[in-house]
């Protein structure tokens, strides 16, 4: 499958569950391992298990390979390996904790989102020096 259309249905599949705060990094250029990166957050850990469950779903439906799928037992931060795309949902605080989007997000990919896919959810506050 593309990766066009591996990215769509990985959106869609997040989108199908609620996903907010949706983004998606072109790799390419940092790691020959895989060609994208998303980050999607979910307000809970039973969300976050079934944003992962629902890309596993559609990568299943889609004969597209699992490569890894982690982090389901605690739902905070839920790992899927696509190959080509690694995919991140994650809850909100451990989102804001790892900064994933300083890593990997300096050529953050156009796409096209459902308005609700867009809105971040508020994390929780925490102190950094905690």
Not at 84 to 109: A, F, S, T
Request: with cysteine.
């Amino acid at each position: 499958m593309d990766i066009q259309k591996l990215q769509r249905l990985v959106i869609d599949a997040l989108e199908d569950v609620k996903a907010q705060d949706i983004k998606v990094f072109n790799t390419s250029h940092i790691t020959s391992l895989f060609d994208r990166v998303v980050i999607a957050s979910g307000a809970s850990n039973r969300q976050t298990r079934a944003l992962a469950e629902s890309v596993a779903d559609a990568a299943r439906r889609n004969k597209v390979t699992i490569v890894a799928y982690e982090g389901q037992d605690t739902g905070e931060w839920v790992l899927l390996d696509l190959g080509d795309i690694v995919v991140h949902c994650m809850q909100p605080n451990i989102r804001l904790y790892y900064n994933l989007e300083e890593v990997w997000g300096d050529k953050p990919v156009r796409v096209k989102l459902l308005p609700q896919s867009t809105q971040p959810l508020m994390p929780h506050s925490f102190d950094l020096d905690d």
